[in-house]
């Protein structure tokens, strides 16, 4: 059995320097002048990395001798769905967005592929929200949810989300509320806490992990993760490349759920780019958890209010904001107790609330 190593991982993720600004010329067969840090070259250099772990190199990753009788079929996968990714996303910036869409549809959507890459979300998992208020004021129920249909003139574009288009967000913990809201005012801002009463599951869009067993599936979706994980070059600019393949899945999966007429909640599970960001108090491996996205597309739609299948598919446990709770009905005790068994994400605030949230759970 091959599994997938770090080196690996930091081999296929890794960005092109100034030494490698010749190879990104060749890949993009383009001679005038080209900015590396952006995605174009970024996606283009990635997925040159990830045919180049089928050469024979000193490293051997996923040459003739690991794969032995594997290697050809397991080759032909990987390239296949590089070209088809790169093909997808020139496709959508040259205007020919329908094309784009039907690709990626036809590759990984109506051939049942992306089946094996969908996920039944547990009964456990908690699903954080955080909005943001400039005064101490608690929101509603509904003001908590996503952006209203008739309200839909508010949404912009997001990585999963395109202007027009209501998406449900979540986050793991609210520390990754708070890192997606830009840093908010903690004290100000609102925080839930969701929990699933149906049946909800999930395409599953992180990167591959340490000791995961390279299999076939895994390399014709690696392109795809690969293209959706690449951080904002420029965030404050209207348009970002970087979400073009990631709203294009959005869409995949709007028309999936309608042509299959599925009775379950679909959504996309992402790791969020910010984990990495250098303001980020909470980064590395070891609180990655802290950094999961949900995103779930209305199940249908309606003129006014939300989505009533989502509504129906998430239970609110209790809308509250840190203010709130410990200045105008004072119930969290803020104060950390020293626990060196706990990692220090445990003493922070944010913990103390998901903490609080639990108990509120419990109590009802």
């Not at 100034?18 to 993009?28: A, G, H, T």
């Not at 952006?147 to 609210?174: D, M």
């Not at 925080?191 to 990167?207: P, Q, W």
């Not at 009905?329 to 605030?349: F, G």
């Amino acid at each position: 059995m091959v599994t997938i190593n770090d080196s690996m991982i930091r081999f296929i993720t890794s960005y092109p320097l100034e030494k490698d600004r010749e190879v990104v010329k060749s890949l993009l067969d383009d001679t005038d002048s080209i900015d590396l840090a952006s995605y174009t070259a970024k996606l283009a250099y990635q997925l040159y990395r990830v045919k180049l772990l089928f050469e024979d190199s000193p490293l051997h990753w996923l040459d003739e001798t690991k794969l032995t009788s594997n290697y050809v079929s397991f080759k032909n996968a990987a390239l296949e769905a590089c070209d088809i990714v790169f093909n997808v996303f020139k496709l959508s910036m040259a205007g020919r967005r329908s094309e784009a869409l039907e690709c990626l549809y036809s590759f990984y959507f109506a051939s049942g592929l992306i089946d094996k890459n969908i996920e039944t979300i547990s009964d456990r998992t908690k699903f954080y929200r955080m909005r943001p208020s400039e005064n101490y004021q608690l929101y509603s129920e509904d003001e908590m949810f996503h952006v209203p249909f008739e309200a839909c003139y508010k949404t912009t574009n997001y990585r999963y989300s395109i202007s027009g288009l209501p998406i449900l967000y979540f986050c793991s913990s609210l520390y990754g509320c708070w890192m997606e809201c830009n840093q908010p005012n903690i004290e100000k801002a609102n925080v839930a806490l969701y929990v699933k009463e149906t049946d909800v599951k999930c395409i599953d869009m992180m990167m591959p992990k340490r000791n995961d067993k390279i299999t076939k599936q895994m390399l014709q979706f690696l392109p795809l993760l690969l293209a959706c994980n690449i951080e904002v070059q420029r965030p404050d600019e209207p348009f970002k490349p970087e979400y073009v393949i990631p709203q294009l899945i959005t869409d995949c999966t709007l028309k999936y759920c309608s042509e299959q007429k599925m009775n379950y909640i679909l959504g996309i599970k992402y790791l969020s780019t910010k984990w990495k960001d250098e303001h980020n108090f909470f980064s590395g491996k070891s609180f990655e958890g802290l950094h999961i996205n949900y995103a779930f597309p209305p199940k249908t739609y309606h003129f006014s209010g939300v989505c009533p299948k989502l509504k129906e598919a998430f239970h609110k446990v209790r809308i509250t904001s840190l203010f709130y709770e410990t200045h105008v009905q004072p119930s969290i005790d803020l104060i950390p107790k020293k626990d060196k068994t706990k990692t220090s994400y445990h003493h922070t605030t944010f913990s103390k609330l998901e903490s609080w949230l639990e108990d509120t759970m419990l109590r009802y």
